[in-house]
């Protein structure tokens, strides 16, 4: 079992709560790097569930989580506070990000995209690169990682849907802008597959190389069930052992949005977790 260390609540908005918990983790923290992720059980019944690590400290043994309870292993995870414990844990799962000295680079996140974003800018940075962050949220309120990511970046911009924190619009739109009047050498962006499929489209109008992390649908994260297949240059991948991450502009977002849709009816169905 994996004990919790500590839990806070980064925002919440109209229900929707965005969590940080650390976790008890030795051996995960030794071996984690950046891009990579875990997969958890609340309960001896419950599925598993891929999140990405946020931050690894090996030295005390703890991994940081961040996820949004929107889910009923999520919203189960969440009602976990400091003392109690993880069914299981496995990780680090997936390919880390390969770090090197670009040059510039820009990091996309989008929504809660943002927390798998902060571990590759801190890492990019770490290496030599120019890291400039671009942050999007649907309004400040649900804005995260503002000031850990300030601290790991040469410039950081943010867009809010709404304007009610930094530029009115899109992620995609200061992308854009940024591309249109700069010379970059690197994107990674990370957030909803709308985002994600719009930035593959602006880089590859300016011919920039473009890394995605890909959220597809897993059960077993291992590569055993196949669930989480993507097809990426014509062939078939797993996002859980070939990825997480791609080439943005070999994914077909078409496939990926359909398989990601799949279980959006069930995903509606409110469950009462008093009962659970």
């Not at 929707?16 to 071996?31: F, G, L, N, Q, W």
């Not at 189960?76 to 997936?94: E, F, H, Q, T, W």
């Not at 009115?168 to 200061?174: A, M, N, Y």
């Not at 802008?177 to 990674?188: M, S, T």
Request: hydrophobic residues 40%.
């Amino acid at each position: 079992m994996a004990k919790i260390i500590s839990k806070k609540t980064l925002s919440e908005v109209a229900g929707v709560r965005v969590t940080r918990m650390e976790i008890e983790a030795p051996d995960i923290a030794k071996k984690a790097r950046a891009g990579q992720f875990i997969a958890f059980m609340v309960t001896e019944k419950s599925e598993r569930v891929p999140l990405t690590i946020v931050e690894a400290d090996p030295k005390a043994g703890i991994i940081t989580l961040i996820f949004q309870e929107v889910g009923l292993s999520t919203k189960l995870l969440g009602r976990l506070d400091p003392g109690g414990s993880l069914y299981a844990i496995v990780g680090p799962l997936g390919h880390a990000t390969e770090i090197k000295n670009y040059g510039n680079v820009i990091i996309v996140g989008g929504g809660v995209g943002i927390a798998e974003i902060y571990p590759v800018a801190k890492a990019l940075k770490e290496a030599g690169n120019r890291v400039t962050t671009i942050l999007g949220a649907r309004t400040k309120q649900i804005l995260i990682l503002e000031d850990e990511l300030k601290r790991v970046s040469d410039d950081l911009l943010i867009a809010t849907d709404d304007g009610s924190y930094g530029v009115k619009g899109f992620t995609t739109d200061v992308l854009d802008r940024l591309l249109r009047n700069g010379k970059y050498d690197l994107v990674y962006a990370v957030g909803p597959i709308p985002m994600m499929r719009r930035s593959a489209a602006v880089t590859a109008k300016y011919n920039v190389k473009i890394i995605v992390s890909l959220n597809a649908i897993m059960v077993d994260a291992t590569g055993m069930c196949g669930s989480c297949r993507v097809t990426v240059a014509g062939k078939t991948l797993f996002s859980c052992v070939d990825g997480p991450e791609f080439d943005g502009h070999q994914v077909d977002w078409d496939e990926l949005a359909k398989r990601n849709a799949i279980y959006e009816p069930k995903e509606k169905h409110i469950c009462n977790l008093n009962k659970m």
